[in-house]
């Protein structure tokens, strides 16, 4: 254990978690509805973003993003129940093998240039095929697969977050504050691969992959 480490002054309960941030208020807990709102299912038709948090059998977590185009990310099936379809990826699948041991989800909706977001907790499930596989298409390639969700909570999130980020303020973007994303590869994860190679692959024909 480090000496920094041997300074830090933990919290180990909930009550002097408690003591420290204070209780929250009565509007913040009444939030959570069960079932989406026309609003919600508004949301969700706009955002073209997502973040799915899941966790294995024995609580080791992942967070996912999900991007695809306005309308095509999430689907409605009723008032309780959303899909998420999966696009080609680098199959992995992390969040999709938590799901099979661990069916709880966590989501977070964004809409590009607004600071609060649509938060969903609920069991997800995983469906290889359904009639509405049909509906989220895109360029005529239907998914191989979709995330199910079954809504235990919903509610619409404040956008402390993105103010004190200024995530939206593009004069704050550092684009070239770490090194290119062919440069990641090459130090991290593709060392033998020629950086020309790399910076062919993820150039401008990257894009024509993405289904």
Not at 74 to 97: M, W
Not at 137 to 159: E, N, Q, Y
């Amino acid at each position: 254990m480090t000496a920094e480490a041997h300074e830090q002054t933990e919290i180990t309960g909930e009550a002097e978690l408690r003591e420290l941030l204070g209780e929250p208020a009565r509007r913040a807990l009444d939030k959570e509805r069960s079932a989406l709102a026309d609003v919600d299912r508004e949301w969700l038709a706009a955002a073209p973003f997502c973040l799915v948090a899941t966790a294995d059998a024995n609580g080791a977590c992942d967070v996912s993003p999900k991007g695809d185009p306005a309308g095509k990310l999430a689907l409605v099936l009723d008032g309780t129940t959303i899909a998420i379809p999966d696009r080609p990826g680098n199959r992995r699948a992390d969040g999709y093998r938590n799901i099979l041991s661990n069916p709880h989800v966590g989501l977070i909706f964004l809409i590009p240039g607004r600071g609060d977001t649509l938060r969903i907790n609920g069991r997800a499930r995983l469906v290889k095929d359904a009639p509405f596989f049909d509906g989220l298409a895109v360029g005529g390639r239907r998914p191989k697969l979709a995330m199910v969700v079954d809504i235990d909570t919903v509610f619409h999130h404040c956008s402390k977050a993105f103010l004190r980020s200024e995530l939206w303020r593009p004069e704050t973007w550092g684009r070239d504050a770490v090194p290119s994303r062919p440069r990641i590869a090459k130090r991290l994860e593709s060392p033998d691969v020629p950086l020309e190679a790399l910076e062919e692959y993820y150039g401008p024909s990257y894009a024509d992959r993405l289904y």
